[in-house]
């Protein structure tokens, strides 16, 4: 069984543009979070998915936002890039919307110059 | 709101040593408990969680946890360390009513000869 596949692995983008991120999550599961890594602020929660709704949203600015598609997979946008923003991506599946045990992928590693 | 607390951001054990890595948590609801692991330039690999029922949870590479409510814990230990487990790891809480995960700051191991 395949696991969570983001993409791409690595990025790098320039101040002021933007930049959108994928996930696949585990076939079968319909929920789908986000979070940012960085070394100051460590895991903070973005967004949760679930059947392609928002279910829930982390305190980041509105230049970070997000989507479902109908196959459970999600991107995640963050426009006016800010070097703040540089920071590994995670993206977490779970089966339901309960017991909240999720599988990471591996991270998309994005660096703004 | 819920909040995980891990004391020291920095353990260090020697090889074949008990490995204790403390964490508090504060939560309004029962909540679900997580340990993650993160080796170098990856996600969040699952080592073990607590649900409900047993207080006790073994989770993967022969790490263990106990929830223990009075103390409001979730302390991970393994009787000897091997210089395999060196790594990042992260306590987290989930509850229903929050839909997400909250991280702890996480924990580095460093496991000496």
């Known amino acids: 069984k395949a696991g969570v596949t983001q993409t791409p692995r690595y990025l790098i983008k320039t101040r002021g543009q933007q930049v959108t991120l994928s996930c696949s999550p585990i076939?079968?599961?319909?929920?789908v979070s986000w979070y940012q890594q960085t070394p100051g602020q460590g895991l903070q929660f973005l967004f949760e998915?679930?059947?392609?709704?928002?279910?829930n949203k982390g305190n980041f600015p509105g230049r970070f936002s997000g989507r479902q598609f109908s196959n459970s997979r999600s991107e995640m946008n963050v426009s006016t890039l800010e070097l703040g923003d540089s920071a590994l991506y995670l993206c977490?599946?779970?089966?339901?919307?309960?017991?909240?045990?999720?599988?990471f992928g591996q991270g998309t590693r994005l660096t703004v110059v | 709101a819920q909040s995980v607390t891990q004391l020291g951001s920095h353990v260090s054990v020697s090889e074949g040593a008990l490995v204790l890595l403390r964490c508090n948590y504060s939560?309004?609801?029962?909540?679900?408990l997580f340990w993650y692991v993160q080796y170098p330039n990856q996600g969040l690999q699952l080592l073990l969680k607590?649900?409900?029922?047993?207080?006790l949870v073994k989770g993967i590479n022969g790490f263990e946890a106990e929830f223990k409510k009075s103390e409001t814990s979730f302390h991970l230990t393994k009787p000897s360390a091997h210089m395999s487990d060196a790594a990042e790891y992260f306590c987290?809480?989930?509850?229903?009513?929050?839909?997400?995960?909250?991280f702890g700051t996480g924990t580095r191991l460093q496991v000496t000869l």
């Open positions: 607590y649900t409900t029922g047993a207080t």
């Open positions: 977490a599946s779970s089966f339901s919307i309960q017991g909240g045990e999720a599988f």
């Open positions: 939560s309004s609801v029962p909540p679900y």
């Open positions: 998915y679930f059947s392609e709704t928002q279910r």
């Open positions: 076939s079968g599961h319909r929920s």
């Open positions: 987290a809480v989930f509850t229903g009513t929050a839909s997400k995960l909250t």
